[in-house]
């Protein structure tokens, strides 16, 4: 079946760089996406990556996805703060549903 | 932001009991989505729609139900609501023309605790 599994927890100091990880397991997704939740939210988009690239930049957010280890990493350069968040991947499809499939979210929590 | 609520916010009901979570969307997308959300699991798809009256399980549907009855209205039922119900739930709604991102845009979620 499908799977997306992720580390639960992840602490950095302030300044410094941030990598949350994530494996998926179905080989067929088109899109695989970072959310980010804030504390008493709901998800919010961050960024995604198409399944055919290797690397995606976005100001301070590196994505990295290896295909062939269905892996997919998100860094966040200069960590402040304000990044203290819950970090979701998920691969999703255009088979016509258009339904996600969620990791269990990495808890971001970044040190002063 | 997208035009997403959920009602009501916050429910403490009791086992047994029948709950109906609502969710309301302004901005006319044709799909829209239930999660659970608990620790250790992330976010289980519940059931979704592809439109009025068409709807479909997700992987954790057992003990739910839904109804689409209008674009703007999706409505979740637990019919006899279980402590394994305890959880914070979800919509979302999407669009096939949300750009080539298919974002999914999600409420700010409704707490519900069975006792």
């Known amino acids: 079946g499908e799977d997306v599994e992720q580390s639960l927890f992840l602490s950095v100091r302030e300044g410094d760089s941030s990598v949350i990880n994530c494996t998926y397991t179905d080989s067929s997704s088109t899109y695989l996406y970072w959310y980010k939740q804030e504390p008493g939210a709901g998800l919010q988009l961050l960024t995604y990556i198409f399944s055919n690239m290797d690397m995606k930049q976005d100001q301070r957010l590196t994505v990295l996805l290896n295909k062939k280890d269905k892996h997919l990493s998100l860094r966040i350069a200069d960590t402040q703060t304000g990044d203290s968040a819950i970090y979701f991947c998920a691969e999703g499809s255009t088979s016509g549903t258009y339904k996600y499939i969620f990791g269990t979210g990495t808890r971001l929590k970044v040190l002063a | ?115």
């Not at chain 2, 919509?91 to 023309?97: F, R």
């Open chain 2, 1 to 115: 932001d997208a035009g997403i609520t959920q009602s009501p916010r916050h429910k403490v009901t009791e086992t047994g009991t029948p709950v109906t979570l609502r969710c309301h969307q302004t901005e006319n997308h044709r799909y829209m989505y239930w999660y659970r959300q608990d620790p250790g699991h992330g976010l289980r798809l519940i059931h979704y729609s592809y439109g009025v009256k068409d709807t479909d399980k997700g992987e954790v549907s057992d003990g739910y139900s839904v109804s689409r009855s209008k674009t703007e209205d999706f409505l979740l039922t637990l019919e006899s609501a279980t402590s394994s119900q305890t959880s914070v739930y979800f919509c979302a709604i999407s669009e096939s023309t949300s750009g080539p991102t298919y974002e999914q845009y999600f409420g700010p979620g409704t707490r519900l605790t069975v006792t």
